[in-house]
């Protein structure tokens, strides 16, 4: 349950004489003590400070402080100066230098404006709560699962909720970040904020040259990107993935850099909202998601797809030049045997279906060529006869007189796939599309070799 609100936002701090100064301590006291029992009973940490900062009010107090902040005051401290940057001095000179784990003042200054972003249009923070302890662990599992340098550090995160004054309900949970070491003293981790700041100047570098048409920078971010072991992109392909790009933003991407929302910053990955980018039709605005994330080489991916869908020729078998058969199709035993001749074997099977209680199953008939093998869905006769559906279609050697469309066959270089779906590594290897209500699904395998060739072919009808 989120406890609000005696939330001021507005208010600031002004030099008072000692006289002023200790009514406004009692008054201060006073407040505390009537909010006392509101905290202790609240299940998540209500926003009732002020905006000069939760720990004190005057420079000489925070000059003498030398006793630390406990976890529920460090995250008001962090989320005052989220919430109102002005405050952003005051609060890194109120938390004592030891809880702060030797973050410079350029670097807070810098992590704390970057957290701002996750309140674009969403107003100031309100409240705040601790993560239970399983669901805390399920939350930095996943992070370490692209962080494998940093799981000491992980050990010691939590994993904060934050709660805005105008959040949308249905949205994805926003989430800070906090440490705390084996004496139970909270602190903010300067390895924290600076791999969160390196990924995050990264997805800045990467966007301003999106901005300025700059598919030259755009190129060389990409290259950086991605891991050597995966096998090295060709310069035709990263320098085609930059113009594919460049021009997707140019074209489609209305809303600016500045107006995107920050989902998720941690120090594995960071994930922005692009507001307003035209559907495929170029006539509604719809949202978009980019991510960067670290990957196993410790430098940040970029997970931004121009997905191209399955074209609509690479759902035929192509079979020395000519269209055969199409995935989704009505098929039979006697077009087959024109169309591809007698195969080399044939297995028949069966398979549950929602009809069986009416005493209707459907059959499995998976039928083998000498670099091609189709699953038909449907009916199997006594007389060896058999029709259906095609839900399946395989290639399974390097025959150059067998394609899906024209243009893909086992044997091709990825280089070659990704010229024609210069996006397929982002989904891996997996392309779709959806044509008369039916959705296909076309999948690759790679030898390991230098041109990490295609190895198999696999295009499905999945639903």
């Known amino acids: 349950m989120n406890c609000l609100k ?15 100064f200790s009514f406004l301590r009692v ?25 000069m900062g939760a720990a004190g009010t005057d420079a000489s107090v925070i000059a003498e402080r030398d006793s630390n902040l406990d976890r529920q005051s460090l995250v008001q401290e ?7 940057v002005t405050q952003i001095d005051y609060v ?31 107003g100031p923070i309100t409240s705040f709560r601790f993560v239970p302890q399983k669901e805390s662990q399920s939350i930095t599992d996943s992070i370490a699962a692209n962080a494998a340098d940093y799981k000491s550090l992980l050990q010691a995160t939590i994993p904060v909720e934050i709660f805005y004054g105008n959040e949308q309900t249905g949205g994805s949970p926003v989430y800070i970040y906090i440490q705390e070491d084996v004496n139970g003293t909270a602190y903010l981790s300067n390895i924290w904020v600076k791999e969160c700041l390196n990924i995050f100047d990264f997805a800045g570098l990467y966007f301003g040259a999106l901005e300025k048409e700059n598919s030259e920078a755009v190129a060389s971010l990409i290259k950086g990107s991605h891991v050597p072991k995966d096998g090295e992109f060709s310069p035709a392909v990263i320098n085609y993935m930059a113009g594919e790009l460049t021009s997707y933003y140019r074209v489609r991407v209305k809303s600016t850099f500045t107006e995107y929302r920050l989902e998720s910053l941690d120090i594995s990955q960071l994930t922005y909202l692009q507001p307003e980018v035209l559907d495929d039709i170029s006539v509604n605005y719809q949202t978009r998601t980019v991510r ?36 989704g199709y009505p098929a039979d035993s006697k077009t087959f045997k024109d169309l591809l001749g007698e195969p080399v074997g044939a297995t028949y099977g069966m398979q549950f279906s929602p009809n069986a ?8 008939i998976d039928l083998t060529y000498a670099s091609v093998s189709v699953t038909i869905q449907g009916s199997f006769y006594d007389d060896g006869s ?4 095609i839900t399946r279609i395989r290639l399974l050697t390097p025959d150059q007189g067998a394609f899906m469309g024209t243009t893909i066959f086992v044997g091709m270089t990825r280089d070659a ?7 397929a590594d982002q989904t891996d290897y997996t392309l779709t599309v959806t044509q008369d209500d039916q959705d296909f699904k076309m999948a690759f395998t790679f030898a390991d070799d230098q041109n990490r060739t295609v190895t198999g072919v696999q295009l499905d009808l999945a639903g």
């Open 417 to 423: 796939l990704l010229m024609l779906y210069p996006f």
């Open 357 to 364: 209680s009416q005493g209707i199953n459907q059959q499995i």
């Open 6 to 20: 005696n939330f001021r936002p507005q208010m600031r701090y002004h030099k008072r004489s000692k006289a002023s």
């Open 386 to 389: 058999w029709d259906g559906q």
């Open 78 to 84: 962090l989320a005052t100066c989220i919430s109102d």
């Open 92 to 122: 890194y000179h109120s938390i004592p230098a030891a809880q702060l784990d030797g973050i410079s003042y350029a670097d807070f200054y810098a992590y704390i404006l970057a957290l701002t972003r996750l309140n674009i249009g969403t």
């Open 292 to 327: 960067f994330v670290r990957n196993s080489q410790n430098h940040v991916s970029i997970k931004d797809s121009v997905n191209k869908s399955l074209a609509s020729k690479e759902l035929f078998l192509y079979m020395n030049g000519e269209k055969t058969i199409r995935i």
């Open 27 to 51: 008054r201060i006291l006073i407040c505390l003590c009537l909010l006392l029992s509101v905290l202790l009973s609240a299940s998540s940490c209500v926003l009732p400070w002020n905006y």
